[in-house]
């Protein structure tokens, strides 16, 4: 496995935690760290003894203020000792990265522009009572390129992601709450632990289904409904025939915990 300078990978048990390791740039991305970020979620979609990501930003005052425009911009002018640009912004999870093992994004502070992206990106979304969010990209003439004008409808009422989008305004966990945008707020001394709590959970669970279960959900809400309802039944056809889907009403009827092996 590779080494990682600015970010953190660790695996335990079935569960990978992805740490972005730059508070002290509030943990923002530069070319770098997109690209450690890239290797580590490419190991994670690929390494069948994972069942479950977290990312998260190390300390307490940033899950990620989006992209190191100082480092993005020395790329851009293509200074000697600056990295490369990656091809794919925020670690390539934000535009043609499939994954269907869940991915848990803790929260701990600001949650801003490439941050909330990448945020997006995930399938759970646990807060700190303190995070602030916000897609600011129109204040500096861009647009949220890496996914933002697509996920944040997606994930909002229109109107309401519309605002955010054009005014380029901030809105706290308590209203990314109402919204619907993540779901749970907890102390900040939590956020981890809420984090693992939802990952052990699904980690309890057979995860060809788990996986069938997100795709189902994920590639179907953009198909008619009888489209989706033959897609759910393709994927339900395929659990049926795995060793999975043995085990859980044998372990049921044996009154037993189920011990699932992801085939």
């Given amino acids: 496995m590779a080494e990682f300078d600015n970010i953190i990978y660790q695996k335990n048990d079935r569960i990978a935690t992805v740490t972005i390791n730059r508070p002290d740039r ?3 991305i530069d070319p770098k760290t997109s690209y450690e970020l890239h290797t580590a979620w490419t190991d994670f979609r690929d390494d069948p003894d994972l069942w479950v990501g977290i990312l998260t930003g190390a300390g307490d005052k940033a899950f990620s203020a989006g992209a190191d425009l100082v480092a993005m911009s020395r790329a851009m002018a293509g200074e000697a000792d600056a990295a490369p640009v990656p091809p794919a912004p925020f670690g390539g999870i934000t535009r043609g990265f499939q994954c269907w093992k869940p991915m848990i994004a803790a929260i701990n502070g600001y949650c801003l522009a490439g941050g909330l ?3 997006l990106c995930c399938d759970i979304r646990v807060a700190a ?7 600011p990209e129109v204040t500096r003439a861009i647009i949220p390129g890496a996914g933002g004008t697509q996920r944040l ?3 909002l009422p229109l109107g309401i992601a519309l605002e955010l989008l054009v005014t380029g305004g901030r809105f706290d966990a308590q209203w990314a709450l109402r919204c619907g945008l993540v779901n749970h707020v907890v102390p900040a001394d939590q956020v981890m632990p809420k984090a693992l709590e939802i990952a052990g959970a699904i980690c309890r669970n057979g995860p060809l289904a788990v996986r069938a ?3 189902s959900a994920l590639r179907g809400r953009e198909m008619p409904i009888e489209q989706g309802l033959n897609l ?3 994927l339900q056809q395929r659990l049926l025939r795995s060793d999975d889907a043995r085990e859980g009403p044998l372990a049921f009827a044996q009154k037993r915990t189920p011990e699932y092996k992801g085939r």
């Fill in 153 to 155: 409808p997606r994930a």
């Fill in 117 to 119: 992206e990448m945020a």
């Fill in 129 to 135: 009572e303190h995070a602030q969010f916000g897609v």
């Fill in 213 to 215: 279960a997100k795709e």
């Fill in 232 to 234: 759910e039944d393709m």
């Fill in 26 to 28: 509030r943990n923002a």
